[in-house]
């Protein structure tokens, strides 16, 4: 039950949504050798070091901080408002979702689904000046959400909608089997799905498809955002850790690379009947997903009306639980902490999200969504992430966690794992993480430099206040 719980935690919008994008805008063949070797060298190795922390300390991030040393709180609030930021525009995306279980009933996107999605639905511009300018229908979704968020964290209705989503995602699943063989079966199909499978050697100098991969890792696996760290903390004794850790990592990333061949095979597809070349078939990269899953239902014909909705809705489910997994770790720190009701928390918590949210409601927020997305999972997690190798590898009696996770596993991990968390992954994220930011210094435009400064600042200075303000909970350093 549980290891198909933290499956369901993994396999969400990053799968769906985000991975088919990551994968389009970075060539695709040329990405899937730096992705499976950070599925190898990150996801599987980091994933490790949170299970068996999890499983070791028991309690929350900022408490098994300090287990390690005082002096890390900040870091466990820095690590929170990540989180906390990405929820921000990951409601974004649940609210283009809910968008389009209305449209779906009807076909509402016509012929040119990629039109409608920037023009109607994003109404986007590339000017500066859209940023004044909110999307009525984008807003009110985008608000829907939040309230659904906030409703189901406040009364505690996570088990239920639990339930609903260990039903719904089996269905998605099945719904995502049909739609990668039916889309096989598309003229051009194979236009688009030998992208992914051709690789491209001299892509594999390019360091920022490489950060790309990283980053894709990080957000689709939840790595470094102390999630697998809580699961692990509710395994029984004589769980078979790295097992457990090996098996959700592949399913998960299983899921995105079959996904995406369906996704490639309806863009080949487009891109026979379009005659438009390929890299130039979509025209809000961030939405590629809400582009080619309607495409495929209009060539379904009326089954679509059935299957439609209800692919749109397993999405839903999965976006909102994986909300609420987002939320419910902010929530439970700050109350920790502070000694606040939980109830009070979550609409303090939900009221300010869906303030910073208002600014991917606007008619440049998808623009502003993919930079949020990029920066928060290539450089601040990233670093986040070098930062708890440094912490679990260095300060921490990093030969203890091998204890933990061989004590009853199947597969052992031994001196080559130590090696890759103590040494190779913090050189290979440091190198990765400077050069990404030379590159995006280099080439970057106003609006996103101005946004990065933004969240860089926020991120340094509002962790330092969180861990500065006195702890209300008497016991909270205990
Ligand atoms: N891994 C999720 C996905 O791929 O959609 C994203 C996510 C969900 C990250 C929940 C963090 C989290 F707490």
């Known amino acids: 039950d549980l290891m198909m719980a933290m499956i369901g935690s993994a396999v969400g919008l990053g799968n769906i949504w985000r991975f088919p994008n990551v994968l389009y805008s970075h060539g695709g063949g040329s990405f899937m050798i730096p992705y499976i070797v950070s599925l190898f060298l990150l996801g599987i190795s980091f994933v490790l070091v949170e299970y068996a922390v999890g499983f070791k300390f028991k309690r929350s991030l ?42 779906s009933l009807t076909k509402a996107w016509g ?210 639980t994986s909300l609420i997994a987002l939320l419910e770790g902010v929530c439970y720190s700050i109350s920790e902490k502070f000694l606040i009701e939980r109830k009070k928390t979550a609409t303090a918590v939900c009221i300010v999200g869906f303030l910073i949210s208002i600014i991917f409601t606007t008619a440049v927020g998808s623009t502003i969504l993919g930079v949020f997305d990029a920066y928060l999972n290539n450089f601040a997690l990233l670093f986040a992430i070098l930062l708890e190798c440094i912490i679990f590898g260095w300060i921490y009696k990093f030969d203890d966690l091998i204890e933990i996770l061989n004590n009853n596993s199947s597969i052992k991990v031994g001196k080559t794992w130590k090696t890759v968390i103590k040494y190779i992954l913090p050189i290979c994220i ?7 930011v030379m590159s995006t210094i280099s080439t970057i435009d106003t609006l996103s430099s101005t946004i990065m400064l933004i969240l860089t600042i926020v991120l340094i200075v509002v962790p330092i206040i969180f861990a500065k303000l006195p702890a209300r909970n008497p016991h909270y350093y205990d």
Do not use: H
Not at 298 to 314: E, S
């Open 62 to 103: 900022a408490r098994i901080l300090f287990a390690v040393s005082k002096k890390l709180e900040p870091v466990a609030w820095f690590i929170l408002l990540i989180v906390f930021l990405i929820a921000t525009y990951y409601v974004c995306v649940v609210g283009w979702d809910l968008i389009y279980i209305v449209l």
């Open 430 to 436: 440091a190198g990765l993480w400077i050069q990404g």
């Open 111 to 320: 012929a040119n689904p990629d039109l409608f999605f920037a023009n109607n639905v994003l109404q986007a511009t590339d000017s500066i000046s859209g940023i004044f300018k909110i999307v009525p229908m984008v807003f009110a979704s985008v608000f829907a959400i939040w309230f659904m968020a906030w409703f189901i964290i406040k009364r505690d209705l996570n088990d239920g909608i639990g339930n609903v989503s260990k039903v719904l995602l089996p269905v998605l699943c099945l719904i995502v089997v049909g739609i990668v063989a039916f889309s096989l079966t598309l003229p051009g199909a194979s236009i688009g799905y030998t992208q992914i499978f051709t690789p491209d050697w001299s892509a594999l100098t390019n360091l920022d498809v490489w950060l790309a991969a990283f980053g894709q890792i990080i957000f689709s696996l939840s790595l470094g955002m102390a999630i697998a760290m809580t699961y692990a903390s509710y395994l029984p004794e004589g769980s078979k850790l790295v097992d457990n850790a090996v098996i959700v990592a592949f399913s998960n990333s299983g899921f995105e690379v079959f996904n995406s061949i369906g996704t490639f095979s309806i863009l080949g597809f487009m891109a026979l009947t379009t005659g438009m070349p390929f890299n130039e078939l979509v025209t809000e990269g961030t939405g590629l997903a809400f582009v080619v899953f309607p495409q495929v239902f209009n060539t379904m014909g009326d089954v679509a009306y059935i299957i439609g909705p209800l692919f749109f809705i397993c999405i839903l489910f999965a976006g909102i």
